[in-house]
């Protein structure tokens, strides 16, 4: 789904209780020093927000056209 160059930067998190859903995959958080510098390298911020998305946005397909619509035809 992502470019190869991303994928390589990101590893999934091992667990030792067998998966039952997509939902439950997280990325690895790599350790990063200094933290003030360390914790804005792509590896480190997209793990990190991956691993806090709702399960139901973790698992779609797509949700750009779905938000795209309801701002264009919501009335406020």
Request: proline share 7%; hydrophobic share 40%.
């Amino acid at each position: 789904m992502a470019p190869e160059y991303l994928c390589e930067l990101v590893s999934i998190r091992k667990s030792s209780r067998k998966l039952t859903s997509p939902s439950q995959i997280l990325l690895q958080v790599p350790v990063s020093r200094p933290k003030s510098y360390g914790d804005c390298a792509f590896s480190v911020a997209a793990s990190t927000l991956w691993n806090r998305l709702p399960a139901n946005i973790r698992n779609a397909s797509s949700l750009l056209k779905t938000h795209l619509f309801k701002v264009a035809f919501t009335d406020k």
